[in-house]
């Protein structure tokens, strides 16, 4: 508990030290643009195009980043390298995904060759029919970003997953409205009077918010095609800082990197002749801010997402069986106390488990915790746990309405437990298990369930082990043994 303490009071300490660094150079940065600028007029300016920070991270970087989270967070590698994919439980989580953010989520298989997503729909993967599948087969990057969905364009944000060994898998992704992001920048566009373009490694305008240029599935315009970056290719001119005019109207164009994309986000300034070089000069040191905040950005929050995870894999995760471990299983239990559940909590005992250690070797009674991990929780409902308790013993926590539903869930998993083989470097071992199930409400403390579920675990082991018994309570007069 000391040494959970500990992590957890580094982990705030340095998220705390993170932010104060990132306001610092946020400040510093901002006071060195407008240090630069006429006053006023760079005060107006930085109102205008700050926002443009935000608007980005909201319609691209978030995203792009749920897509990335969703590829490392599900556990579906295993189904994917054999192709043994149970449509009917991914379908499902794919459509939670979906009623919880609003955007469509799709699992891409590459040896089932077929796509799911969150609406139910399942797809062949067949080459001259599914084009995006296999141009960005092509692509060298882990993440790209492209159109698609006739009649309702999404721009989806593609994932490539691998397996254990590094074999390619497939995609995961995330896709929302196309009109989602036009909105929000003719919004922008509405308040500052600034055009976007959104420009990918081979000159594609994915996003636009000129009303000239029309982006669809079918058609995606080329930067090359308009007339103004004709020019500037034909004097060897930088589009960053570069003054153009279009349909009579003079912009200066500020280009930003969005690296995770490998995309450029090209803002046209409109401006009046007497303002463009303040506000040109309001733009070179705003790029520099920019620059600053988004490199310190992208570090701090990989590395706090790095340590969140060791944080959480040392706290509450169990290493070997990589279940939730005691810390977690409390955790949990206080929620559900919380919301007064009726539960039953269920201690699990793999029977003769020093046996297997003593004739295997200890690895071989690793290998059985790990695959007994991966049976116990296949049973379960998504509002249910199991973590390991230590040892051979896991802990099961069943919201419930009856104890007839634990007692159920129970007899399953031990029926499951004891009807399969594991093959461990040759050798075939088979384990059983006993269950003690006890049932309680929110009055009662974990320590005392558990303590009732041992009881009933001991009398499951003297009538023979491999058996699930219930926790009886006492009659008046009558002690436990």
Known sequence: MDCSLHLIRNFQFITLLLVALLSVAF??????????????????????????????????????????????????????????????????????????????????????????????????????????????????????????????????????????????????????????FLDSFQQYKKQYGYDFLFVNDVNDIILTSLPDLVVTGEHIPKLDSLKWYQESIKQQQDLDSLLISNEDEDFLISEFTIEELNWRLLLLVPLKERQAQITKSFIDNTLIAFSLVALLFIASFYFVMFYKRRLENQIELDHLSGLPNRNFIQRRYNQLRRKKLELCTIIVDLDHFKQVNDTYGHNAGDFIIQ????????????????????????????????????????????????????????????????????????SLSLSKLLANADLALYEAKKKGRNRVEMYQQPSPGQTAD
């Open 371 to 442: 695959k007994a991990s991966e049976i116990l929780s296949f049973e379960l409902r998504r509002m249910d746990m199991v973590g390991r308790w230590g040892g051979e013993e896991f802990v099961m926590l069943i919201p419930t309405s009856s104890p007839q539903e634990g007692l159920a869930i129970a007899e399953r998993a031990r029926q499951l437990l004891e009807k399969a083989s594991f093959d461990y470097e040759g050798t075939v071992i088979k384990v059983t298990a006993s269950f003690g199930v006890a049932s309680g409400n929110a």
């Open 27 to 180: 400040i510093y940065a901002t006071y060195f643009a407008i240090n630069n600028v006429v006053a006023e007029q760079s005060k107006v300016q930085q109102q205008a195009i700050s926002p443009v920070y935000r608007l980005v991270n909201e319609q691209l970087l978030k995203p792009l980043h749920i897509a990335q989270t969703f590829a490392s967070s599900l556990d579906f590698n295993n189904s994917l390298e054999t192709a043994q994919i149970d449509e009917a439980v991914l379908l499902a989580q794919l459509k939670r995904l979906h009623d919880k953010t609003g955007m469509v989520f799709f699992v891409a298989s590459e040896k089932a060759r077929k796509q799911y997503f969150s609406d139910g729909n399942v797809i062949d993967l067949i080459e001259g029919k599914v084009f995006w599948y296999f141009e960005a087969l092509k692509v060298e990057q882990d993440v790209i970003a492209d159109l698609g969905q006739v009649g309702d364009v999404h721009l989806f944000f593609d994932v490539k997953i691998y397996g254990s060994n590094d074999e390619f898998l497939g995609f995961v992704g995330v896709g929302k409205r196309l009109q989602t």
